[in-house]
């Protein structure tokens, strides 16, 4: 099978180039690295590159907290993966979105909405895997929000995943026929977002106060109140985030 990963340079990207190759698919890699730019690129060579493909996996990701951005990043990519998919007679496309993103569409999260929304109304057969936050998280919480020695960590709850879980259930889902919406995919254990990042500071022997802050609004209280938490019917992966961190 040949598969196409949008996105395939990215953290979770990369473990499905990874994993799809050790199963055996033929894999390209959709990405400005690999000369492929899904905002700007032109819809030709789009479509030429996805020529021969059976399955399209879109990961692709952009480092934002504003609504604005993310809604165009979402919009723009997934729109112009569908017309070129289109062309190139691609039969399944894929989209990894993110658990209670339909319940809480602010900030990033307004983008994912989004997308969802137009794969399901998009006229190629597809499959929608929510995913909790992954593992890297706390660590890209750590690195982003600094006022001086203070890293600021939002007060949050989480249940959070090891994106290589999430990349063997992308290429799973690849292998089978367009499911809709799949069964949703979390972590083994539910954790406060304050104690993941102390506990990668510790582990990583990092240095900085970290301060806990509830974020204003709609979305502040959906990081505190489970609406990001998923129900008893998903499915969990097995590596715990305090595992996860050994391996750093």
């Known amino acids: 099978m040949k598969i196409a990963v949008a996105g395939g340079t990215g953290v979770v990207g990369h473990y499905v180039v990874e994993g799809a190759e050790r199963r055996g698919h033929d894999v390209i890699t959709l990405s400005r690295a690999a000369g492929v730019d899904l905002m700007t690129g032109s819809a030709p060579s789009l479509a030429g590159a996805l020529q021969g493909v059976d399955v399209a996996i ?37 989209a990894l979105s993110i658990v209670g993103s339909d319940n809480a569409p602010y900030g990033y999260y307004a983008g994912k909405a989004l997308q969802e929304r137009i794969v399901i109304e998009g006229s190629i057969p597809w499959t929608i895997l929510r995913a909790t936050q992954f593992h890297e998280f706390a660590s890209q919480i750590f690195g982003q929000a600094k006022l001086g020695p203070i890293h600021v960590v939002p007060k949050m709850i989480s249940q959070p995943i090891a994106a290589w879980e999430v990349a063997n259930r992308l290429v799973e889902l690849a292998e089978n026929a367009p499911a809709g919406r799949a069964t949703d995919l979390a972590g083994p254990e539910v954790l406060r977002m304050v104690d993941m990042v102390t506990a990668y500071v510790a582990a990583t022997h990092a240095r900085g106060t ?39």
Do not use: C
């Open 58 to 94: 879109d990961v692709s990701s952009v480092q934002t907290q504003s609504a604005k951005k993310s809604e165009h990043f979402f919009g723009t990519v997934t729109e112009r993966m569908f017309a070129a998919e289109k062309v190139a007679g691609v039969g399944h496309h894929i």
């Open 210 to 248: 970290i301060l806990e802050v509830p974020l204003p609004g709609g979305f502040g209280t959906a990081l505190r109140n489970r609406t990001l938490l998923p129900d008893s019917s998903a499915q969990l992966g097995t590596q715990t985030y305090a595992e996860w961190l050994t391996l750093l």
